[in-house]
């Protein structure tokens, strides 16, 4: 069997870090790198809802992604430049915000909204999931910095969600995939889940031919440990950033 071009092991994750308050005029902020991939998430709070939401005590949760022009190999334009985002951009920032109100309680968090802009410094495989998993941190930092305010009682999230991919290569099933992986892969998958085990989202596409249950689940298990490294980094990061605060709890 082949190995990785990385040399890591099947099961590993690439290096991760989650430095929070990276931007300092956001109510919650994270720097999340994994390997080469850097993304940096801020969380933004307002005290209004969008229309469909007016008037039924519900708060809303969204995402915005976007990547700088030299974040990947060659320069692609801005989006605003082209008038329109593309149909990627689209696709995964409604992944990003659907991943998020999945696990808050928005009646909670009564009439107000927090957007999490998630914008990618350099891309080397995997954005769609350290954006979520880095998004999770800026907004439960959002959060904390409301009860803090005492705008709100509480925090109003109801699980921890951290998001991983893992793909068939010449070296099996892996973990993580970075670009060079990802690119020659023969199937890859992303795996939405929480630190108690549920599933918010899986998105699996097979490349080249069609993969078998039994592989899919080798896949499942890989996300399941990758996942559980993730959740610990992201506690690691809100302890450091409560801790900043004074607000360590």
């Known amino acids: 069997m082949a190995t990785r071009p990385s040399g890591r092991a099947p099961d590993a994750l690439r290096p991760v870090s989650i430095e929070p308050g990276f931007a300092r005029h956001a109510e919650g902020s ?6 080469g991939t850097e993304v940096l998430c801020a969380a933004s709070v307002e005290s209004r809802v969008p229309p469909f939401l007016r008037g039924q ?3 809303w949760v969204t995402a915005e992604y976007g ?12 989006e605003a430049a082209k008038g329109r985002q593309s149909g990627r951009t689209q696709e995964i920032q409604r992944l990003i915000g659907r991943s998020l109100r999945a696990v808050v309680d928005l009646k909670a968090l009564g009439e107000m909204s927090i957007t999490v802009d998630c914008d990618v410094l350099n891309a080397d495989g ?9 998004a999770w941190v800026a907004l439960r930092l959002a959060l904390e910095t409301l009860v803090r305010n005492r705008v709100l009682a509480s925090v109003p999230l109801t699980a921890q969600l951290a998001a991983v ?15 060079d992986e990802d690119s020659a892969a023969a199937a890859d998958a992303n795996f939405v889940l ?14 080249q031919a069609p993969f078998s249950e039994e592989q899919f689940h080798d896949l499942m298990r890989l996300a399941r440990i990758g996942t559980g490294q993730l959740f610990a980094a992201q506690r690691e990061a809100v302890d ?10």
């Open 165 to 179: 991919s893992c793909g068939l290569t010449g070296a099996g099933a892996v973990l993580d995939l970075d670009y």
């Open 30 to 35: 994270v720097l999340i790198r994994m390997g």
């Open 240 to 249: 450091t950033a409560l801790a900043a605060s004074g607000g360590a709890r």
């Open 57 to 59: 005590g519900k708060g």
């Open 194 to 207: 929480t630190e108690a085990g549920g599933i918010v989202e899986i998105q699996g596409t097979a490349e």
């Open 67 to 78: 990547m700088l022009p030299r974040a990947t190999h060659t320069r692609g334009g801005r």
């Open 126 to 134: 995997g954005t769609r999931c350290a954006s979520i998993t880095g």
